[in-house]
């Protein structure tokens, strides 16, 4: 029944599915952003009931479930909560490897902050002070910070 | 058979064109928190939620742990249900199951799109296999335009005769301040409008919208306590029954999934006339035909007699069963929303919160989900404990 | 809660790249092979759940793919977009809810996407999706964060790698079956530190499926009914940096729900094996952790001492776990299968002594941002 399967050649269709896309920062991510292109400023917000700090800013508080309205000027500057070095390449990556992943708790933050590192990888270590270091063409988005390096 | 289950709150968003203020999370809370005062709870009575759209609309793989911040999901059980056009109704009757199963006694159920932020019709395509139908049939358009065709030669009905069910539901959606169109559109208009693919035109076809729709259900015995009158559900049917689109255009056969997942659903509330046990409906038409061919899959009238029964303004506001009140989907399309919008509008209805739309005296209502391949979800609520 | 049983399994073996199949024929092979295991008929089942994933497979509205191919004509059927053990959750609640006996499959072919443009996908499109991040490189700051905190090496991690691959020489449908060193793992390519090659689980094709069923079925099925005792899941914050990457609490949360459901109160003695989705090494003590079967920062201690080996008092993934094998979505319904397996004796060499109780476990999200739980028994 199924011996004529033996004789076939799989073949194979390939293809790539490309949607243009263009999602809505939102009223308060769009001051995040601004925040970075104009003023070279991290922004958070606090939650009015627990006093937790965001970053970035959010429009509420996930875990009370509360508007946030509060907004809270950050030190573009903080501590590596937690680091890793990349050493594959994919177009995805907007830098060459090797380069870093890191959660930052920023000064004045509640939360840990993800970013890159491009530079001093093979100093990196949990718990070292690192500042923000701004692109010099910015236009509004996360890359505004083009990475943290160590201070 | 499980417990009995009941909607208890719904909430919306209202619906536009584009909503830039918001993220896609950000959106989602306001209906939950529209749901949450309905039904005068706080998001820590909540049990579990259940969340759904259509992923390559906002391009967000994962959206249940996307949107805890939004759908008040933290450090509680949440699921996604994806089912297509459907969705928005698979994700009612997966929170019903959640309350029926005697596992969780308040469900949250989410729908929501954000239909602004992609290409409507390159998302949808890639609903079509990749091999075989991604080619040739480029979007929901087609498959419907060829329904619309057989069922004119077969029957007689003129385009004028759909346009009809376009003219109302946007004249309803003017008592709905939720609704995304809010002008009215004539069958003059409709039959101006430009030919997008015959028989289909412009005016005879939903549009896209971002939105999201959120329900509570609670189990009998909570619900009671809950709502002054809780809408509960007396039947649940579905029937997703194609997987590619040349299976599904016998037209002789009318449409299939509608007719089986409806007569499932009036057996099991023990309706044996829909069209004088039911008292208002809400329906998933997509498109203008949808409102004539549809009905008769509903078993509403007899084959090839929708467009006297819709002509005779019997499913118009004030007829004799009348259809989508809330403007249907032809006023507003948040996709992921909009099969939950209809049962959230018919459980508005029951629970007699639809204000200018309110339909007088409802006991039963009828909600029906469409999407995929040619597939049908349909819900009965009621105000009478089953 | 004893309502509802397991009735019937079925798994296709794992591979690298299934060219020869479609989600369909995967899908159709898992249905009519759980079947014959339950000594059932299609139409025995009066409920479908799929589990599918669009972005995975290239598809809006993916279980359309598959709907035939599950026995989905004129039922309820119905897709879970996420881990196998939450659409087998869906599944169950059908059956508790009145529904005779729910078939629940899933699909997944690695071989055909690009995992990293689709986990990429995960994350937030303002704030971290042109980052670059996706899973691997996220599990690397999980991995970082936890060996930090508690002062891990990559060494102990690279013990469960080792464990894992050799358990998989006993399981006739693992991808990665190997005899492998700690040495191996550790001079393995450098992926994202501090993971290596070994440390991460493969790029996988396959499909499982699981029937679940009410009572009185159960009591006619053709092999022993696998009772499920207790079920939950939970789901904590999204962003990774608002979360402790290193205290699993969305899985602690689960997991206590689940014991109290099934009356356990100490994990450890109570379940005699647990099969738990580390798609990458750091991944089995951390959950471990979470589940209570030690206390946080003990989890890689337990694996060194041994009680997590075939030996031990609580076998952990006799079947190689997700390193062996990681067809997403699948992979979480594969161990339930495998816990299902060893609970009916059915486990061949991967078998664990007097199994009556055990433990699965999957996720979904970022770095096990949800996890579902199940306890499941041989004894009523």
Not at chain 3, 341 to 356: I, Y
Request: net charge neutral.
């Amino acid at each position: 029944m199924s011996d004529w399967l033996k004789d076939v050649e799989p073949l194979t269709l390939k293809g790539q599915i490309a949607i243009p896309y263009t999602w809505h920062a939102g009223d308060v991510g769009s001051r995040f952003l601004t925040a970075l292109r104009d003023e070279k400023k991290i922004l958070g917000s606090k939650c009015p009931e627990c006093g937790k700090v965001f970053v970035p800013a959010r429009k509420n508080c996930g875990a009370c479930f509360v508007d946030i309205s509060e907004w809270v000027e950050l030190k573009p500057e903080g501590v590596i909560e937690a680091y890793t070095i990349v050493h594959y390449s994919h177009p995805i990556q907007p830098v060459k490897p090797p380069f870093a992943y890191a959660l930052i708790k920023l000064d004045g933050a509640d939360v840990g902050f993800l970013h890159l590192i491009k530079k001093d990888l093979d100093k990196l270590k949990n718990g070292l002070r690192v500042k923000a270091e701004f692109s010099g063409e910015r236009t509004g988005k996360i890359l505004d910070i083009d990475s943290f390096e160590l201070v | 058979m499980g417990r009995k289950v009941a909607v208890v709150g719904t909430g919306q968003t209202y619906h536009r064109s584009h909503r830039p203020d918001v993220t896609s999370r950000e959106m989602i809370r306001e209906a939950v928190t529209s749901a949450l005062a309905d039904a005068d709870l706080k998001i820590k009575d909540i049990d579990a939620v259940v969340i759904g759209n259509m992923d390559h609309f906002e391009s967000i793989n994962y959206v249940d742990t996307y949107s805890i911040e939004g759908s008040g999901a933290f450090m509680k059980p949440i699921m996604k249900v994806s089912t297509g056009g459907t969705t928005g109704a698979t994700v009612a009757i997966a929170a019903y199951y959640h309350v029926a199963s005697g596992l969780f006694d308040r469900v949250l159920a989410v729908g929501f799109e954000k239909n602004s932020e992609s290409d409507t019709t390159g998302a949808i395509i890639t609903c079509s296999d990749p091999i075989w139908d991604r080619f040739s049939y480029s979007g929901a358009i087609p498959s419907l335009a060829t329904e619309a065709t057989a069922y004119m030669e077969q029957y007689g009905a003129t385009q004028e005769d759909a346009a009809l069910v376009g003219e109302r539901d946007r004249n309803h959606a003017l008592n709905n301040p939720y609704a995304h169109l809010q002008r009215p559109l004539t069958v003059k208009d409709i039959m101006a409008s430009p030919m997008l693919a015959y028989p289909i035109k412009l005016g005879d076809i939903c549009p896209r919208s971002d939105g999201a729709c959120a329900m509570i259900l609670a189990a009998d015995g909570i619900a009671q306590k809950t709502a002054s009158r809780p809408a509960w559900f007396k039947a649940v049917s579905v029937r997703h029954t194609y997987t590619w689109f040349g299976d599904s255009t016998d037209y002789n056969k009318g449409l299939v999934s509608m007719q089986q997942a409806s007569q499932e659903a009036y057996a099991r509330a023990g309706i044996r006339s829909p069209v004088d046990e039911l008292d208002v409906a809400e329906l998933y038409l997509p498109y203008t035909w949808a409102g004539l061919k549809w009905i008769e899959d509903l078993g509403l009238c007899g084959r090839g007699e929708a467009a006297r029964f819709v002509g005779d303004k019997n499913t118009h506001m004030g007829g004799k069963l009348p259809i989508n009140p809330s403007g249907g989907v032809i006023s507003t399309n948040c996709i992921g929303a909009t099969a939950m919008l209809r049962v959230a509008e018919a459980a508005i209805q029951v629970m007699g919160k639809g204000g200018k739309r309110q339909v007088p005296e409802v006991k039963n209502a009828l909600a029906t989900g469409f999407g995929g391949c040619f597939w049908t979800d349909v819900v009965i609520l009621s105000s009478e404990r089953p | 809660m004893d309502k509802a049983a397991i009735v019937g399994v079925a798994q296709t073996r794992y591979e690298r790249r299934k060219k020869d199949q479609i989600f369909a024929d995967m899908v159709f092979d898992v249905t009519r092979a759980a079947l014959d295991d339950a000594g059932l008929t299609i139409n025995d089942i009066d409920s479908v759940v799929t589990c599918s994933n669009d972005f995975y497979d290239g598809r809006t509205i993916s279980g359309m793919a598959v709907g035939d191919a599950a026995g989905g004509m004129d039922k309820n059927i119905s897709t879970v977009s996420g881990d196998g053990t939450f659409g087998a959750f869906y599944g169950l609640m059908r059956v508790l809810s009145g529904y005779k006996a729910t078939i629940v499959v899933a699909h997944y072919k690695g071989s055909e996407g690009d995992v990293k443009i689709t986990t990429n996908g995960m994350f937030d499109p303002i704030f971290h999706r042109f980052l670059g991040i996706e899973a691997i490189s996220a599990a690397a700051l999980q991995a970082n964060a936890y060996m930090n905190l508690y002062g891990l090496t990559e060494e102990q991690f690279a013990e469960v790698s080792v464990k894992n691959h050799g358990n998989a020489l006993n399981n006739p449908y693992a991808q990665l079956a190997m005899k492998i060193t700690v040495a191996d793992v550790m001079n393995s390519k450098k992926i994202a530190d501090p993971l290596k090659l070994f440390d991460c689980c493969p790029i996988s094709d396959g499909a499982a499926a699981i029937i679940i069923a009410d009572e009185e079925i159960a009591a006619r099925s053709k092999k022993k009914p696998v009772w499920i005792k207790g079920v939950a899941h939970c789901c904590e914050s999204y962003l990774l940096g608002d979360r402790d990457l290193a205290k699993p609490v969305a899985l602690s949360e689960a997991a206590r729900k689940a014991y109290a459901m099934a009356g356990i109160k100490n994990p450890l003695r109570e379940i005699d094996v647990a099969e738990i989705l580390e798609a990458f090494s750091y991944m089995e003590p951390l959950w471990l952790e979470g589940l209570g079967f030690c206390k946080p920062g003990e989890g890689a201690t337990l694996i060194g001492k041994g009680v997590t080996g075939m030996g031990g008092k609580l076998p952990v993934n006799p079947s190689g776990g997700a390193l062996s094998a990681n067809p997403i979505l699948v992979a979480g319904l594969a161990r339930l299968i495998e816990a299902t397996l060893q609970v009916r004796g059915e486990a061949g060499a991967r078998q664990v002594d007097k199994v009556n109780t055990a433990l699965a476990q999957g996720f979904n999200g970022p770095c096990g941002q949800s996890h579902c739980v199940w306890i499941i028994g041989g004894k009523k």
